[in-house]
Structure formats: structure tokens, C-alpha cells
């Protein structure tokens, strides 16, 4: 065996976290944790029951698969022995004729194929004497893989208490070798996943070499398209079995030993499924001396339920089916080469011990249990409903798991409950607040867009007047980028300038110091840097005289400046002078106005062009004397 997955193990792609699979574990194998996006199944503590996997209707729960593993056996040229459980006549109620299927199991390639219920006519010979030299102690049966275990990692105690005899599975397969030789390669096929585990307990001279369970026989029959109409009958070898036969039924194995059944002479009980089962070892554990009997345990309703099969339902139908093929293979059964049989293979060492693995967990401290009842809402006597519907016994229970660390509150149904209806009201006052905003929402864009439509207005009419203003206009950033400048700037600086606008409208990104001279430049880098403006400079510029005012609109972020040509005509003359001026006055109060109009959202604009006004009243009378220079 190659494969050493997990017995059981959850695909988190398929999972759903209906946590189903916590609710029926038996032993609070799965762990539930915050920070985890779904159940993880705990391998230490799993005792392969299959419950989890049964009840998983998202099918996100896998069982370890067997197949490549049988199929290399098949494969390897070794001889091969298969083992049927007698579950085969309640999962295969659809083949006609068991020959048929054993036609089938050989179709496969398997060399030989047995019946395992020889193998219950042994062990079940062995428990008839065992339980008659009890001398007091009284016994568990360990055919059932999933008791082994649940005694070994929970009830630790009680091991000791385990019937020391191997399960029939093993005794087929310890006969089978010896029919054969080590060296074939022996294959069980059954119902229980958990036979997986088991025969791997076996280190040296394992008995079994693969374990498959009927829904993989099924996917390998369907593999190699292998159907009933067409193979031939075949039986299976020998030895064949007895009323060992009836071993899919949880007394099966006690009605083939010959041990009384009835109710006052029997010193057997039978005990099947999860419920019983918990009981029945609480029981044991507590109040065996006054029981005093012997228990014969199997975690399903016997193995004709197996989770390893197709069906998990309709028990007293597949009872019948079971007890009918029982029926018919004793018919036909040899009863003298049987007992031969069975003398001769008695003699085999069936014996086996047990080794015990505690994997309880302490109990938490009453103080973490009682954090949880407050926090599932059940502080409260009063509110312990003990309904059951997390999986637990009582919400006590429950709580514990949850210290634990092994459960989430959310498994609590009306804790949930509870948690859904606070939910609904703050959803429900959630949408009424996000009606309101959105509401409010929509009249602030309505407002936004009113706004944004009065804000395009002014800035298209501020644009619009600037342009027909013949004084220069430009505004930099702190890199000396422009952007934006006027059509009176680009024509003063001249052909550089109107080039470039040609390609970059207003000369947006340009930079300032490619097109004006370096003194000019200087007084921008001074302006950004000392935050100070520069009034009214007379600069020389190719055959202009220029007038350069510069002002700071950000501080060391963006300036702005007015330049005029003072040799245009419109400057030149004493003539002219006082238009000139009243001129510049009426074009500042425009831009002013403008600056105005654009609001909030032109605001340094503004500030720059108060600025360069408030400049120009007070240098007035200094720009006149400059005007009049020859």
C-alpha cells in the first residue's frame, strides 16, 4: 500500500460548511476553528466510522481510494486473492446470481476468490469458547474496526476488555496465505472504509495487501466495463462458509458460533449504531459487574450498511436480502467437508493484542464552559433547551466542545436564530440609511453638476476675456512649467512662442525659461522662492521694452505675471498716457470680476490678479514716468 492519506479526509473545494460532518461524529474528531475556512478531519482522533462521510451531501468528504494500489497488484504478475464480505447481498441486490459475480471478480483478474464468511465461522468458533472461560471478565468482540479504535483513543481503560482475536477479514486472509503461499497477494472486499486502517495495523507479514470498498469495486467494474450478461458462472473457492453468511447482521457472528441468543440465558448483548453504541461502552465502562455479559458491538446497523457501500438506507429490506443469501449458500453447503475445514484451519494463531492511544482531550475549565453558554445565549438554566440540533447531547455539551476548541458557536441553532434576527433589523436599518444617502446622493451630484456647469461657464468666459486682453498673461508652477498664458503673452514673446502654441494650445507645459530672457527668468525663480513679487521692470527683450510685473498666487508652488510692451502703439505718447491707465484699471476690474465668477474653483487666479491691481494702483504714477523716457 503506497497511499497514506488521512482514512477520511474533506476537500475544501466541495465543502460547504453545513458542518454536518461535525454534528454526527461520534468523537469530535472534526475540528471547527475561526481561522480556518472549513472543517479539518484529525486523523489522530478519527475512528474511520464513516458517518461523516454518509451524511456529507456536498460528497466534499473522500475516503482514502484503493484502486491504482489493487489495480498494480492485478498488474504486478503476482497471484491474487480476492475476500467478499457476504455484505454483497445487500449492496448487490441488482446481480441475479452470486456466481455472477464472482464471474465478475475474477473478469477483473483476480486468481482466486474467497468468501470471508469462512473466516466468521472461525472467529465466531473462538469467541463460543472465550466467552465460556470468561471467568468474570467480561468481553468486547473486536471484529469492528471502528470499536478497536474508539476503545483504544477514548476509552482507553476498557482495552484490556477487547476479545484478543483478529477480526474475520484477517482470519480469511491468514487462511487464504496459507492455501497459497505468502507471496499471493490478498485483496478484501467490503463494506467498512475503516478495514483501510486496519489492515495496515499489521507491520510484518501483513495478511491483507489491499482493502477496497464496494463503491470503488463498482467504479472498477465500470472501468473494464465488466456486466453481468457477460461473463459465466463461476463459484467462489474454497473453503466456503457456513452461517458465517449472516455477518452482515450485527448477532450474525453470534448465531454462527452456536452462542445462545435469548433473552435470559445469553450471556451476549448485540449493540449496533452510533446511539447504541455510546451507551452501550458508557455502560460497560460504569456498570459492568451488574450487567454482567458480554458485548458484541458493530458501529453501523451491522455491516449491510457499511459506509463503504451504494445503499445506506432501507436496512430491514437489505436484512432480508442477507438473510435469504445466508439461506442459500448453507443449502448447498458440504457440512462435513466444513467441519473438516474448519478443524484443520482452527489450528491457525488468531490471536492479537491491542495498544492504547488516548486522544481525549481535558475538560476545560468550568469557567470557559460557562463564557460560552453566555455567549450561545444559554447563561441561563432556564434557556439549556438541549435540543440537539448542533450534534450534542445537551448545550452543556456542546459549550464544552466549543472550549475545547474543536466547535464554533454558529453550530448552535438558536444562537443562530438569534443572530439572523439582530442581522435582519441591522440590515433592515442599514437599507433605510442607505436609501437616505442615496437619496442625498443624488441630489448632491444634481448640485455637483449645477455647480460644475455655473463653474465651466465663468471659467470659459474667464478664458474668453483673458484672451482679448492685450496685456500679457502667464502662470507657472514651482518648475517653472507654464499653465496657462494668453494669446497677448505668446505674442509678445513672439515667433518661439506662437510655434510651439501651434502644437500645445496656450503653451500649457511648456517650459517658461526656453522662451524668455534669463534676468526675466531669475525673477520667476526669486518670486517662487522668496515668496516676494516683482513690480513693474523694465526689461529689454530682441527690439521690445518689456514691463514685468510678477506676483505669488501659491506660496513657492505657482506665480503669476503681467507683461506689457511699452513700445506698442498704444503706450507710446504723453498723449495716451491717462487712456493707457484707465485702460489697464478697466482690464483689471474685468479680471477681477472674472476671478469672481470662477469662485471657489479659480481661487488662486483671483488672488494672483487682486494682487497684480492692488500692485498697479500703487505703482501708477511710477509707470507713467517710465512711459514718458525717450
Avoid at 461520534?26 to 478531519?41: C, D, G
Avoid at 465461522?121 to 463460543?128: K, S
Avoid at 500679457?472 to 508652477?477: E, H, K, L, Q, S
Wanted: glycine residues 6%.
Amino acid at each position: 500500500m503506497t497511499d497514506r492519506k488521512p482514512v477520511l479526509y474533506i476537500n475544501d473545494e466541495k465543502c460547504r460548511n453545513s458542518y454536518s460532518c461535525v454534528r454526527v461524529c461520534p468523537v469530535n474528531a472534526i475540528e471547527v476553528k475561526p481561522q480556518k475556512a472549513h472543517p479539518f478531519i484529525l486523523p489522530n482522533r478519527c475512528i474511520g466510522c464513516g458517518l461523516c462521510y454518509v451524511s456529507c451531501t456536498p460528497h466534499a468528504i473522500s475516503f482514502r481510494d484503493s484502486m491504482e494500489d489493487v489495480k498494480n497488484l492485478i498488474s504486478s504478475g503476482r497471484k491474487t486473492a480476492a475476500l467478499i464480505e457476504p455484505s454483497i447481498a445487500s449492496e448487490f441486490d441488482d446481480i441475479t446470481d452470486y456466481r455472477k459475480f464472482v464471474g465478475m471478480i475474477r473478469a477483473l483478474g483476480f486468481d482466486y476468490v474467497h468468501e470471508v464468511s469462512f473466516g466468521v465461522d472461525l472467529i465466531a468458533a473462538l469467541y463460543a469458547k472465550l466467552f465460556k472461560k470468561a471467568e468474570g471478565k467480561y468481553m468486547i468482540t473486536a471484529n469492528c474496526p471502528s470499536i478497536v479504535k474508539l476503545i483504544e483513543k477514548f476509552h482507553p481503560e476498557l482495552v484490556p476488555n477487547l476479545a484478543p482475536l483478529v477480526s474475520p477479514m484477517i482470519a480469511t486472509a491468514m487462511v487464504v496465505k496459507e492455501l497459497y503461499g505468502n507471496a499471493v497477494a490478498t485483496v478484501q472486499i467490503g463494506p467498512c472504509i475503516d478495514s483501510k486502517d486496519e489492515a495496515l495495523r499489521y507491520k510484518s507479514g501483513t495478511p491483507v495487501d489491499g482493502v477496497l470498498t464496494f463503491v470503488e469495486l463498482r467504479q472498477l467494474f465500470d472501468e473494464a466495463k465488466i456486466q453481468e450478461r457477460l461473463v459465466k458462472l463461476s463459484d467462489f473457492d474454497p473453503p466456503h462458509g457456513n452461517w458465517g453468511a449472516l455477518y452482515p447482521l450485527p448477532a450474525g457472528i453470534i448465531q454462527a458460533g452456536g452462542i445462545k441468543r435469548d433473552m435470559v440465558s445469553s450471556s451476549v448483548i448485540t449493540a449496533s449504531g452510533k446511539e447504541e453504541i455510546l451507551e452501550a461502552i458508557n455502560d460497560f465502562d460504569k456498570y459492568i459487574d451488574t450487567i454482567q455479559h458480554h458485548f458484541n458491538l458493530f458501529f453501523c446497523h451491522g455491516c449491510l450498511l457499511g459506509p463503504g457501500m451504494q445503499h445506506h438506507n432501507e436496512r430491514f429490506l437489505r436484512r432480508s436480502l442477507v438473510r435469504h443469501y445466508a439461506e442459500k449458500r448453507v443449502g448447498k453447503l458440504d457440512k462435513n467437508l466444513w467441519e473438516k475445514n474448519m478443524e484443520k484451519w482452527s489450528k491457525l494463531d488468531f490471536s492479537r493484542s491491542f495498544t492504547p492511544n488516548d486522544q481525549r482531550i481535558p475538560e476545560p475549565p468550568e469557567e470557559a464552559v460557562l463564557e460560552v453558554l453566555k455567549i450561545i445565549g444559554k447563561d441561563n438554566p432556564e434557556e439549556e433547551i438541549n435540543c440537539g440540533a448542533c450534534g450534542y447531547l445537551s448545550c452543556r455539551d456542546f459549550a464544552t466542545t466549543v472550549a475545547k476548541g474543536l466547535a464554533v458557536p454558529e453550530m448552535c441553532h438558536t444562537f443562530n436564530l438569534r443572530n439572523k434576527q439582530e442581522y435582519i433589523e441591522t440590515l433592515r436599518q442599514t437599507n433605510r440609511k442607505l436609501a437616505d444617502t442615496k437619496k442625498a446622493l443624488k441630489e448632491s451630484e444634481e448640485l455637483a453638476r449645477r455647480e460644475k456647469e455655473v463653474a465651466q461657464s465663468a471659467s470659459d468666459m474667464m478664458n474668453n476675456m483673458l484672451e482679448k486682453l492685450p496685456t500679457g498673461v502667464v502662470i507657472v508652477d514651482n518648475y517653472l512649467k507654464i499653465l496657462h498664458s494668453n494669446q497677448s503673452f505668446i505674442n509678445i514673446i513672439g515667433e518661439d512662442a506662437r510655434a510651439i502654441s501651434d502644437v500645445i494650445p496656450g503653451l500649457a507645459g511648456a517650459d517658461i525659461k526656453t522662451l524668455i530672457p534669463f534676468n526675466v527668468y531669475n525673477m520667476f525663480t526669486f518670486v517662487l522662492k522668496e515668496d516676494e513679487p516683482v513690480v513693474s521692470k523694465d526689461v529689454h527683450f530682441e527690439d521690445k521694452m518689456l514691463n514685468i510685473s510678477i506676483f505669488p498666487i501659491k506660496k513657492n508652488k505657482m506665480c503669476g505675471a503681467i507683461i506689457r510692451d511699452l513700445y506698442s502703439p498704444e503706450v507710446q505718447g504723453e498723449e495716451v498716457t491717462n487712456r493707457v491707465s484707465e485702460v489697464i484699471e478697466k482690464n483689471l476690474e474685468m479680471v477681477q470680476k472674472i476671478g469672481f465668477l470662477l469662485g471657489e474653483g479659480a481661487s488662486e487666479t483671483e488672488q494672483m490678479l487682486n494682487s497684480i491691481i492692488e500692485s498697479y494702483k500703487s505703482k501708477k504714477s511710477s509707470l507713467q514716468n517710465n512711459l514718458k523716457k525717450p
